[in-house]
């Protein structure tokens, strides 16, 4: 078959989607109207034509602005089963999936309407469409460490709907041993722990390092200038640590590097265990996990049996219990 058929006939899996970063501009403007909200937007392709950013924070700004429109339980409900359903038609059987509540708890919504309104989306779409899910509520990190606490007590009565933490925003001074405290009682808790260290950032290489050794992380999100450490990559290997890299975003090295350097095929090369996914689709060319990964076969110049030993680093990565990832 083509490439773009193999990859679509290929089971996949996705663990570093922001579902807020699939709420694409169709929906927004949808639920604006339902909300009686106006967007300072004519149409769908002025909104689009918006989405113009060159780093992390600015990417942010633009982000964080679009999910305003999220108010109420179905709202929360119709984004989680709209990725959901998108990521199915792709072949998608499994997905872990990041959620912002601070950012909703800031508006006045409520934890129970934002893991509610998810929670039902998942149970719909795995009813439905056969597709499984998880959810990990993100720290916002450039937030203060008190939110962050208030947040994670809001969301322990509802720990049962949750698999993990982790950590996302923006890096620059909110390094992650600020969340030390927090990490610790959500594994005391029960659930799994992972941090975005987006590439190129300030003190990348330290981040990576506190990460896996102070805050012990099942995964890393990202991690790319974890190649610039032999050290790290070591001390990645030895934990078997999976990296969910979004090569979108986050596909190339170029901050302390001569040339470019490719983030996929640089840490294949190291050994390090990658998967793929698609980050915050809506506003990256509304390009979901097939897209992503034909792109990726050739800016990193995979080999099918790259390809597929990813495939399957993708479902070894679950946080699930080892009978249901044998049975997937
Ligand atoms: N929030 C949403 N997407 C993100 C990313 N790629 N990095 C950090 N924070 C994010
Ligand atoms: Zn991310």
């Given at each position: 078959p083509t490439l773009a058929k193999f990859i679509h006939g290929l089971p996949k899996s996705e663990y570093h989607v922001h579902l807020e970063g699939t709420l694409e501009a169709e929906m927004k403007f949808a639920l604006a109207k339902r909300n009686g909200m106006n967007l300072p937007f004519a149409d769908v392709a002025a909104m689009k034509a918006s989405?113009?950013?060159?780093d992390l924070p600015s990417f942010l700004a633009i982000y964080y602005d679009g999910?305003?429109?999220?108010?109420?339980e179905p709202d929360f409900y119709d984004l989680a089963y709209a990725y959901l359903a998108k990521a199915a038609s792709q072949n998608v059987i499994y997905a872990e999936m990041f959620f912002d509540p601070q950012e909703h708890l800031k508006r006045g919504v409520t934890m129970a309407d934002v893991i509610g309104g998810i929670t039902r989306a998942r149970r719909d779409a795995e009813s439905k469409l056969g597709i499984r899910s998880q959810l990990i509520l993100c720290f916002v990190?450039?937030?203060?460490a008190e939110s962050a606490m208030a947040t994670l007590d809001a969301a322990l009565p509802f720990?049962?709907?949750?698999?993990g933490v982790g950590l996302d925003s923006d890096e620059a001074g909110n390094?992650?041993?600020?969340f030390r405290e927090h990490f610790a009682k959500a594994r005391a808790n029960g659930l799994k722990v992972t941090a975005h260290c987006d590439v190129?950032?300030?003190d990348t290489l330290k981040n990576i390092r506190t990460v896996l050794?102070?805050?012990?992380?099942?995964r890393i999100d990202?991690?790319?200038?974890?190649?610039?450490s032999t050290e790290l990559v070591a001390i990645a290997k030895e934990r078997g640590i999976y990296f969910t890299v979004c090569p979108t975003f986050s596909g190339t090295l170029r901050r302390t590097e001569k040339m470019p350097v490719d983030v996929v095929r640089a840490m294949l090369d190291a050994g390090l265990k990658v998967t793929i996914s698609s980050d915050d689709p809506a506003y990256m060319g509304s390009e979901y996990i097939d897209g992503v990964l034909i792109r990726a076969v050739d800016r990193s110049r995979l080999s099918k049996a790259e390809l597929i030993a990813m495939t399957r680093y993708g479902f070894e990565a679950?946080?699930?219990?080892e009978a249901d990832k044998a049975a997937m």
């Open positions: 989405y113009q950013y060159h999910m305003k429109v999220l108010q109420k990190r450039d937030l203060s720990k049962a709907d949750l698999v390094p992650p041993e600020k190129d950032q300030t050794t102070d805050l012990k992380v099942d990202h991690g790319g200038n974890i190649v610039q679950a946080w699930l219990p």
